[in-house]
């Protein structure tokens, strides 16, 4: 599905909200755009107006209220007069110039003007024809500019008023704009909400193997960076189209009704900023996908630097991260400057190109005959068209400055998308009950990449209550028995069941429900010791976290905390030692009481007080449970009722501690070197080609 649909789809989810602002938006636009009209009447009516036809008012009549007092007569304007009262002879009220002059009669108003001064306020008018051949001569008076104050009287009240509307129309019109806003915010806040969401649940159905290949970094530049562009169309970007096109609709609406003639010549434009939208929108996708791209390899080296800065610098490796992320960044600024190039060859510049050239073209073609005699259209039109030729540019701007964010929202995305769009697990909200956690593998064999087998046909059987030790060099395929229980990953051949049933048939979500793992390098989120091993689950309660902790032996090391196990713990336990972060992995599996116990080389990373501690918690909690333990430390598994011992992909060795060293084999030859003896087995003459390897002086476990 396009992206543009399934942008829509998400807006529409939120519909109520974004018709309402639109409504509102309309409603704003159309307000503002009654401005020209009243500027029109203002200047037509009540300013201009002063040289339609006036009429004496006979004496002994009722005055009229609008009637102007001028040297013992009364005159009232053509549109003022009463329709029931006789009238006398017509009179005009003409401009020359900065003079005004009324003429006792009709007057020819086509014509060049000019007025001659005469004794006592009285004068000459001469109205010449356009070519000048024809002169007809008026008396005419000459008004000061009391008398002329007197003539715009009557249309005072009217000018407020109009002025009174137009403030009451702004008003208005910012009132629901403030709502329009508000609305189209919230709103696309709430769409962000819900794609962040959906996001972040995508994030979690998918299966580990992806985290594999695709940096934590870029996943997140995805959720948090990606999100607010697309964030930025819905607030920014439709705003401004939306208002621009009901702008533009609601100009041309008003200049046809002003005049056809100005309309149709504006219509020019529209075919201009169609062409314009769609040769942009091709150029700038292509520059805008490599630069979210790089923005998001940036974002992920940013982190894997973060997470590995005391590596970095004990290696002294400075220089080289950051000549490494100084490629990014100027690859990242290469493809800016390219869009920054594209947007100032389609930038509001060009708008105000065409508006100039429109302005100019129009005002020479009409506006002469308006200004001067012949009057095509009158000065209030113009006025009005110009005025609302500047709206129509205005949206026009704004729709070309926003079409760079266009793009970028687009390209976010489609980046989103395209991860929502990855083949996910649905995530099971049902509940299995608690098994006994006997687990059996059959003849298991399984691969990360195709044909390359970690495990080759393991077969092994765990009952309830019993330990299960695997030992093994690294890479020898014990953390992948672990995975392929836990279905991080599905095993390529062969069966694993638990109580009998095949867990293929058993959702993931409740499968790992009665499981517990703990880590060689344990993983703390930020909050509180106490939050880290309950994972703020309601199931279980805070006595069942201090039981846990108890249990492990955490209360010996962890009560000389301030807060004791209210403490807050930062990114993953910055603040604590290794072996604090340990028991409280540890505190949190046995919390969540499971039937499966997983120890992944829990033991390797602390120090020897501690692991005695924790050897006497295991002692307790092991009880009932079916406990799995890859072990670093030989000497750590001794009482484990069985031990298997691994070596590319396949068990090679199987049985109890003393049973191995009586064996003398590959079990022997590793513990005896854990302890610091030197020793040769048989293992130690046999060829490498063979599953088996040769000991060398260093122990094949020790790495693990």
């Known amino acids: 599905m396009k992206v543009g649909k399934r942008l829509f789809r998400y807006a529409w989810m939120f519909k109520r909200g974004f018709i309402l602002a639109i409504l ?123 008398e002329l104050y007197e003539f715009y009287r009557p249309q005072v009240n009217g000018v407020i008023t109009l002025m009174a509307l137009y403030i009451g129309i702004l008003i208005f019109a910012s009132i629901f704009q403030y709502g329009q806003r508000y609305i189209m915010q919230i709103s696309a806040n709430r769409v962000i909400q819900k794609m962040r969401m959906d996001v972040y649940q995508q994030v979690h159905r998918m ?3 992806y985290f594999d290949n695709l940096p934590a970094g870029k996943i997140v530049s995805r959720v948090t960076n990606d999100t607010e562009a ?17 702008n533009i609709i609601g100009v041309f609406v008003a200049l046809f009704l002003l005049d056809v003639r100005l309309a149709s010549a504006c219509l020019v434009v529209v075919p201009i900023l169609f062409v314009w939208i769609v040769g942009y929108r091709k150029l ?44 990014f ?22 708008v105000n190109m065409i508006r100039n050239t429109a302005f100019t073209l129009i005002i020479w073609y009409f506006g002469g005959a308006a200004l001067g005699v012949g009057t095509v259209l009158s ?25 760079a964010q266009l793009e970028q929202a687009r390209v976010s995305a489609q980046r989103v998308f395209e991860l929502m769009d990855e083949t996910g697990l649905d995530i099971d909200k049902g509940a299995l009950q608690r098994y006994k956690g006997n687990v059996k593998f059959e003849n298991v064999s399984f691969a990360y990449k195709e044909n390359e087998y970690v495990l080759k046909d393991i077969s092994l059987e765990a009952k309830q209550g019993q330990t299960v030790a695997l030992v093994g060099h690294t890479g020898s395929g014990k953390s992948s028995i672990m995975n392929v229980l836990f279905r991080f990953y599905d095993a390529s051949q062969g069966s694993i069941t638990v109580d009998g049933i095949n867990i293929q048939s058993i959702p993931k979500q409740q499968l790992r429900q009665h499981m517990g793992i703990v880590l060689q390098d344990p993983f703390l989120f930020t909050g509180t010791i106490a939050g880290n ?3 703020n689950d309601p199931s279980i309660s805070r006595e069942k976290v201090e039981k846990a ?89 001794r009482n484990a009722d069985q031990i298997l011992v691994l070596h590319r992909g396949q068990i090679v060795e199987r049985g109890t501690h003393d049973s191995l060293m009586a064996g003398k084999g590959r079990y022997y030859g590793m513990y005896q070197l854990q302890q610091g003896q030197s020793v040769q087995t048989a293992e130690t003459h046999k060829s490498d080609t063979s599953a088996n390897a040769p000991l060398t002086g260093k122990p094949i476990g020790s790495t693990v």
């Not at 102007?68 to 007069?81: A, L, S």
């Not at 960044?329 to 060009?350: A, R, V, W």
Request: hydrophobic share 40%; net charge neutral; no cysteine.
């Open 24 to 146: 509102m938006l309309a409603v704003t636009v159309a307000a503002e755009l009654t401005g020209p009209f009243i500027a029109k009447s203002m200047i037509d009516v009540h300013i201009l107006g002063i040289e339609k036809k006036w009429y004496e008012q006979p004496a002994g009549s009722t005055v009229n209220d609008k009637a102007v007092p001028f040297r013992g007569k009364m005159y009232v304007r053509e549109d003022n007069q009463n329709p029931d009262e006789v009238y006398g002879i017509e009179a005009s009220v003409l401009q020359v110039g900065r003079q005004f002059a009324l003429v006792e009669s009709a007057v020819t108003r086509n014509g060049v003007r000019e007025l001659t001064n005469g004794p006592n306020g009285s004068g000459t008018l001469i109205v010449k024809n356009a070519g000048g051949a024809e002169a007809v001569q008026y008396p005419a008076q000459i008004l000061t500019n009391g």
């Open 207 to 209: 299966p580990v193997n």
């Open 230 to 246: 697309v964030k930025d169309l819905f607030i920014s970007v439709l705003t401004n189209f939306v208002s621009g096109f009901i």
């Open 284 to 327: 700038a996708t292509k520059y805008n996908q490599i630069i979210r791209s790089r923005l998001s390899d940036m974002n992920g080296m940013l982190n894997e630097s973060i997470q590995g800065m005391p590596i970095i610098r004990a290696f002294r490796r400075q220089k080289e991260s950051k000549r490494e992320f100084e490629e």
């Open 329 to 350: 960044n100027q690859d990242y600024f290469k493809y800016q400057t390219k869009m920054l190039k594209l947007n100032s060859l389609t930038s509001h510049n060009l």
């Open 379 to 403: 000065v209030g039109v113009i006025y009005a068209f110009i005025d609302y030729l500047n709206r129509l540019f205005s949206p026009i701007t704004g729709i070309v400055n926003q079409l």
């Open 533 to 535: 091993v309950s994972l």
């Open 549 to 637: 902790l108890r249990d492990v032996g955490a209360d010996k090391i962890l009560k000389n905390l301030p807060q004791g196990f209210d403490e807050p713990v930062l990114e993953k336990g910055s603040t604590l030692s290794a072996g604090q972060r340990q028991l409280i992995s540890f505190a949190r599996a046995l919390a969540f009481d499971p039937a499966i116990l997983i120890l992944d080389e829990a033991t390797a990373s602390i120090d020897t007080e501690t692991e005695a501690i924790i050897q006497e918690a295991l002692n307790v909690v092991k009880k009932g449970r079916t406990t799995f333990i890859i072990a670093h430390r030989l000497s750590t598994i």
